[in-house]
DNA sequence: GCCAATTTTGCAACTTTGTTGCAAATGATA
DNA sequence: TATCATTTGCAACAAAGTTGCAAAATTGGC
């Protein structure tokens, strides 16, 4: 049941469990692709303040339970971090697709980023990589 | 002569050249790397409003005189496009290096974006690639 | 160089987004 | 269930970004 995972999550991360975090975090599963603060701040505005929502999401980044995604537009993104991200350290070495149509933000797990050359004298420490097209569901 | 090229790149985009504009150019082929809308605001603030500033960088996205770079921290940044960058497309198709200790952002045009196979149904249209980690001037 | 038409700028007022301090409410623990 | 620590909501604020409109600057023709 989802209701328990979300509490075991809570758990793991040494966060105490309450009504805004277990909404919150039901939010992203439900919702499947990232989500901007804007678009929690919606589902849950009769709930919860903004405050609220703010810090939740800013708690949920310190304990790797989100993470944010880079978009070409620049609003910030959150989608929920996979198993093996870490406190302070993320494996989302991953690709993010945006859909140009839909505006969904899939984070493709299956693909990794591939390495590349960099000049003399650089050093790589995470690569980000932000893909933009259209997706399955809206190719027509 | 820099002030030359200027004036030509403002009438190639058959935007007419203002005090505004010209003194925004300069600041980006001085800078060399990206800027924040901040960073030129500071740059100018004693001669220009901050409404012309965004309207001033606003009229060169659309010419494709600049163009954004998704950062991790998610602050917009601008960067000067190169020769090819057509109004409406930009061919931006190269990586973005942040340095985590200067915070400088450089565009590393020789190396071009690696070609990915996503899975079935999905079309990309552009690609993003934004490298963190420690330039050549930060390395002890 | 000057004049009229158009574009751009600055100002004011506003909306949205994000932050901080503090008291009240809630959750964890014994 | 009582206590202590954490979390929440509120208020007030700071920063970022937008819009309408009158004044100023730019352009192009003369």
């Known amino acids: 049941m989802v209701e328990e995972q979300i509490i075991q999550l809570l758990r793991k991360s040494q966060l ?3 009504d805004s ?3 919150i975090l039901e939010i992203f599963i439900q919702a499947g692709s990232a989500l901007a603060h804007h678009d929690v701040e919606e589902k849950t505005s009769e709930r919860y303040d903004r405050v609220t929502v703010y810090r939740t999401l800013q708690t949920f980044m310190e304990k790797g339970i989100i993470h ?3 978009t070409t537009d620049n ?3 959150y989608a929920l971090c996979k198993e093996d991200c870490a406190e302070g350290h993320h494996h989302d070495n991953h690709i993010h697709f945006v859909c140009e149509i839909c505006g969904a933000i899939t984070c493709m797990d299956e693909i990794h980023v591939p390495t ?3 000049p003399e004298g650089y050093h790589a420490n995470q690569i980000n990589m932000v893909v933009n097209g259209i997706c399955k569901n809206c190719k027509a």
């Open 68 to 70: 944010t995604i880079p």
């Open 116 to 118: 590349i050359n960099l």
């Open 16 to 18: 105490s469990v309450t």
């Open 21 to 23: 975090r277990r909404k």
């Open 75 to 77: 609003s910030i993104k």
